[in-house]
């Protein structure tokens, strides 16, 4: 079964550096997003992405963060400048075009830990 | 606001019956969605309600009452397994349609 793929699985970077996660979406979905769990909180909604631009942002995502699709098949987060509360799981996710109900797929998040 | 309400914890017995409860209040309804979470995983899809009534899937089903911001998911002949965090989600209408996620119920299933 096709999968959403995420890298690296974990991440150490030091305060104010920049990192950039990688996801590779389902290859036949339209919709990606980028969410983040710090430890024991709930799944918080980063931005979504549909038609090589983004469709919709939190109030989080704000301009330390960018999403790029660089080719057909990458999706990437970029954070600048960390900070100690960047430290999270991040999920990257898509779902197909089949309406709204169409569920999300995610992948299996990269570990961020900014120290 | 927008506001999930979950139960954070239960504890069951393996081959038992237990439904995890959640409310919702939120601008607009477009269907709700329960994901399983295994502690440092991904969410997985579990079930979608968009109308009143009950799903079934196997050992999961999931009812929804939209009058009254009620959702909940049924999980029969519990195994060790489904020992997870169950997340509750709703999906709102209009041009804002993303996700609303609850806090997530952490159940832990004993033999």
């Known amino acids: 079964e096709p999968e959403v793929t995420q890298t690296p699985s974990h991440q150490v970077t030091q305060m104010g550096q920049e990192v950039i996660l990688r996801c590779v979406p389902i290859?036949?979905?339209?919709?990606f997003y980028w969410y983040r769990q710090i430890l024991g909180q709930k799944v918080e909604f980063l931005v979504s992405?549909?038609?090589?631009?983004?469709?919709?942002k939190s109030e989080i995502f704000d301009d330390q963060f960018s999403v790029e699709r660089p080719d057909g098949s990458n999706f990437t987060l970029k954070i600048r400048s960390t900070k100690l509360e960047d430290s999270a799981m991040y999920f990257c996710a898509s779902r197909g075009g089949q309406g709204d109900n169409s569920p999300l797929h995610f992948g299996n998040g990269t570990r961020l830990t900014v120290t | 606001g927008q506001n999930i309400d979950q139960p954070t914890e239960m504890t069951a017995t393996e081959g038992a019956i237990v439904q995890i409860n959640c409310t919702y209040q939120t601008s607009g309804f477009n269907g709700l969605f329960w994901y399983q979470q295994h502690a440092g995983e991904a969410p997985t899809f579990l079930s979608y309600?968009?109308l009143d009534g009950l799903e079934e899937k196997g050992r999961f089903s999931s009812f929804l009452s939209r009058s009254k911001g009620y959702s909940y998911l049924l999980l029969k002949e519990l195994q060790m397994k489904d020992s997870a965090s169950y997340l509750c989600a709703v999906k709102r209408s209009g041009n804002n349609r993303k996700l609303i996620w609850g806090l997530g119920t952490s159940l832990a299933v004993n033999p």
């Open positions: 290859s036949n979905h339209l919709y």
């Open positions: 992405f549909y038609n090589n631009e983004i469709s919709e």
């Open positions: 309600n968009v």
